[in-house]
């Protein structure tokens, strides 16, 4: 995908209930949130990743947070719908485990044959339509800290009722034949979570002269900061910044091989000073990178 992919800022939770007019979103974008949107109108079209839906009235559909995407209405139409957005470093946490339960089984652990849209019939839509009043009625109460207990617990019991909407689904359609199958379905990260990470250590490398500070590769990139740090972390196993530390200490090794000195090399890898590059080399390594110079340099000649 050649658009660009936004990160979008919003609160831990954000609900809508009702109805915009020829609405749609101008690019891709992604949250930290899961969200679940029920469509209770025709005409709209749900772009996830590299995948297109065209919405039909009730209509549910399940994104977890790396999941590029966005909603266009119908022209000259009314766009109704309900929509729930949610951190689930917050609203999840721990929850799993008390309750003994996967509550983000359709969110994270998905099945090959899953698909985002689950078409709900008169009875199950007016079932999921009260649970999503629930969490409005519970949303306007307060934030109390019984309300928000409530809240809580009336966006759990969402979540346990839609998974079971879809498990039996996905059990029907394992049971018909063959050629009525679900097609499998490719889940893929978006863009800024395997292959723009993959970039981004790319411009480490070919930057790796520069000062390189968060703020900028973020720009750069455009991501949010956070996101940034923490699906670096999560897909490389170090921090942003202790992957550009091993970059430049590969290069300062390589530059001390070749006879720069300790000065010449701290001015060009942008660290502040001969001090911060010497400290840095030897957390890193062990030994300064003067002995380090020593150590090659004998090596060299007793080969």
């Known amino acids: 995908m050649k658009e660009r992919v936004f990160f979008e800022e919003f609160d831990s939770l954000y609900y809508f209930h009702g109805s915009t007019q020829s609405w749609a979103m101008q690019g891709f974008h992604f949250h930290k949130q899961y969200e679940i949107i029920l469509f209770l109108s025709d005409g709209a079209l749900l772009e996830i990743g590299n995948r297109s839906y065209n919405v039909k009235a009730g209509d ?44 983000d089984l359709f969110f994270e ?82 863009i800024l979570y395997r292959n723009r990470i993959e970039q981004i250590k790319k411009y480490i490398v070919e930057h790796v002269n520069e000062k390189l500070e968060l703020d900028d590769i973020a720009k750069e990139f455009y991501m949010n900061r956070y996101y940034l740090s923490h699906y670096f972390k999560k897909e490389t196993g170090f921090t942003l910044q202790q992957y550009i530390t091993n970059r430049k200490v590969v290069e300062a090794k390589a530059k ?14 942008s660290y502040n000073s001969d001090s911060h590059f010497i400290a840095t080399f030897k957390k890193s390594t062990g030994i300064t990178p003067k002995k380090y110079a020593q150590e090659k340099k004998k090596n060299s000649n007793n080969e």
Do not use: W
Not at 61 to 74: D, I, M, Q, V, W
Not at 78 to 94: K, Q, S, T
Not at 150 to 170: C, D, G, P, S
Not at 256 to 269: F, N
């Open 256 to 269: 001390l091989k070749s006879g720069y000195s300790v000065t010449e090399i701290a001015a060009q890898l």
């Open 60 to 103: 549910v559909f399940l994104l977890n947070n790396k999941e590029y995407h966005r909603t266009s209405g119908a022209v000259g139409k009314p766009h109704n719908r309900y929509v729930l957005m949610f951190d689930p470093e917050i609203f999840l946490a721990g929850c799993s485990e008390t309750f003994g339960y996967e509550f």
């Open 109 to 190: 652990r998905r099945p090959e044959n899953f698909v985002h849209r689950l078409h709900l019939s008169e009875e199950n839509l007016s079932k999921i339509e009260k649970l999503f009043l629930n969490i409005e009625r519970e949303i306007n109460e307060g934030e109390e800290k019984e309300e928000q207990v409530k809240l809580r617990l009336a966006i759990l019991n969402l979540i346990v009722e839609l998974n079971e909407m879809y498990r039996f689904f996905l059990k029907e359609q394992k049971d018909t034949s063959s050629e009525n199958k679900i097609r499998k379905t490719e889940f893929k990260d978006p």
